[in-house]
C-alpha cells in the first residue's frame, strides 16, 4: 500500500496564499472545486534568455486538434505569447500546447459548467464567483474568456509564481501544478488529499485519471499516477 502524505500547515498556507483564501469565508471544499478541475532562474535575462528549456516533448499531431485549436496556434498573439511563457519557465512550448489541448480543447473561450473558463481551466474564487485572484489581483473570468492576451499573461503569471516557488522545474511539475499545485515536486508516492477532503473524494471528482488508469474512480491518486497517465496520453 502507497504511503499516504498529509500537506503540512505551511502548504496549506501557500495554497491560501495562492488562490487568495480567507477560510472564514471559503469552506476548503471550495478551495478544491478550484484545483480539481482544475518564474524565471536568478541568472536569467529580461527577455527571457539564458534557461535551458525542457524540450523533449513531440510535436503536436495537428490532425487531433480541432479547427478551433489549429485557427488558435496559428494566432500571432497567440505564438508570441506562448513564447514569452515557455521562456519564463523553462517548459518548452509542445508541452504547454499539450496541456492547454488537454484541459480546454485549445479553445481559449471555453467555459465549463462550474465556472471554469479559457485555455488552462481558470475557477472562481467561490462557488459561483466570477473573479480569479493570481498573485494578489482579481480578474473578471468573462473578461478573461474574451481577451486572449489577458488570459495568456495571467496564465504566464500563475505559473511564473510556481516556477519561482521551486514548483515547475519540467513539463511534468507544470502539469501537476497546474492540476494540484502543493503536490508538484513531491514524491511518487504522495497522495493527493487535504486535511478535509479524502483522497478518494479527489479521485472520485476527477474521474477521468482511475479511468484511463483503468482503476474504480475512488481509487487514491498519487503523483506516480499523474505521471503514468500524462504518459498514456502522450503528454510526455
Given amino acids: 500500500m502507497s504511503k499516504k502524505f498529509i500537506i503540512t500547515e505551511e502548504e496549506r498556507n501557500e495554497i491560501k496564499s495562492l488562490y487568495n483564501i480567507n477560510e472564514q469565508g471559503v469552506s476548503m471544499s471550495n478551495l478544491l472545486f478550484d484545483l480539481l478541475k482544475k518564474g524565471m532562474s536568478d541568472d536569467e535575462t529580461e527577455d527571457g534568455e539564458g534557461e535551458t528549456l525542457d524540450d523533449t516533448s513531440s510535436e503536436i499531431d495537428l490532425s487531433k486538434v480541432s479547427e478551433k485549436g489549429q485557427k488558435l496556434l496559428s494566432n500571432p498573439e497567440f505564438k508570441e505569447k506562448l513564447s514569452e511563457i515557455s521562456k519564463a519557465i523553462g517548459v518548452d512550448e509542445n508541452s504547454i500546447i499539450k496541456l492547454m489541448k488537454h484541459e480546454s480543447g485549445l479553445d481559449p473561450t471555453i467555459k465549463n459548467s462550474i465556472g471554469c473558463v479559457g485555455l488552462i481551466q481558470f ?36 505559473w511564473v509564481l510556481g516556477k519561482n516557488n521551486g514548483k515547475i522545474k519540467s513539463a511534468k511539475d ?63
Fill in 123 to 158: 475557477c472562481p474564487d467561490n462557488s459561483g464567483g466570477t473573479t480569479k485572484t493570481i498573485n494578489g489581483k482579481s480578474y473578471n473570468l468573462d473578461e478573461l474568456k474574451n481577451n486572449l492576451g489577458l488570459q495568456m499573461d495571467v496564465i504566464k503569471d500563475f
Fill in 174 to 236: 507544470l502539469y501537476i501544478y497546474n492540476f494540484f499545485p502543493v503536490a508538484a515536486g513531491k514524491p511518487d508516492d504522495y497522495v493527493l488529499q487535504t486535511k478535509n477532503v479524502s483522497a478518494e473524494k479527489i479521485a472520485s471528482q476527477n474521474p477521468i485519471f482511475n479511468n484511463v488508469l483503468g482503476r474504480s474512480k475512488n481509487t487514491p491518486l498519487t503523483v506516480g499516477d499523474l505521471e503514468y497517465f500524462y504518459r498514456k496520453q502522450g503528454m510526455v
